[in-house]
C-alpha cells in the first residue's frame, strides 16, 4: 500500500485547504486513515482518523469544529477537509493506514504502518 498526499499550499488565515490521500497497490476497505502533522522540533500530532468503513472519525481538540475527515474506498482516497486556518496549523501533514478490523477499537488506537511523504501547510498570519 503505498500512500500521496496532495493539496498543500500557502493559506492566509481564516482560509481553507482540502488535503487528499490517494491510496495505490491495494485497496483501502481494511484500512483506518490518520491525518497526522508534524512542525521542525515538535513531535508529530494526531489530527483525525477515520474508520476504514467511515463509519466513526476522531478529532484532536485543536480541530474540532474546523476540520472535517471523510473518505471515498471506491475510489481509494481520503480527504481533510481545512477551514478556518490559523497559523498554529502550519506543519507538513502526513496520511497514514493502519489496518482496521471494525471490531469497536477506535481509528486513534490503532496501529498504522503506511505513511505517505508528507505534504506542507502553511498559514500566514
Known amino acids: 500500500l503505498q500512500l500521496v498526499e496532495s493539496g498543500g499550499g500557502l493559506v492566509q488565515a481564516g482560509g481553507s485547504l482540502g488535503l487528499s490521500c490517494a491510496a495505490s497497490?491495494?485497496?483501502?476497505?481494511?484500512?483506518?486513515i490518520y491525518w497526522f502533522r508534524q512542525v521542525p522540533g515538535k513531535s508529530r500530532e494526531g489530527v483525525s482518523c477515520?474508520?476504514?468503513?467511515?463509519?466513526?472519525?476522531n478529532y484532536a481538540d485543536s480541530v474540532k469544529g474546523r476540520f472535517t475527515i471523510s473518505r471515498d474506498n471506491a475510489k481509494k482516497t481520503a480527504t481533510l477537509r481545512m477551514n478556518s486556518l490559523q497559523p498554529e496549523d502550519t506543519a507538513v501533514y502526513y496520511c497514514?493506514?493502519?489496518?482496521?478490523?471494525?471490531?469497536?477499537?477506535?481509528?486513534?488506537?490503532?496501529?498504522?504502518?503506511?505513511w505517505g511523504q508528507g505534504t506542507q501547510v502553511t498559514v500566514s498570519s
Open positions: 477515520i474508520s476504514s468503513n467511515g463509519g466513526s472519525t
Open positions: 497497490g491495494s485497496t483501502l476497505d481494511f484500512y483506518a
Open positions: 497514514a493506514a493502519g489496518v482496521d478490523f471494525n471490531d469497536g477499537l477506535g481509528c486513534e488506537r490503532l496501529h498504522y504502518d503506511f
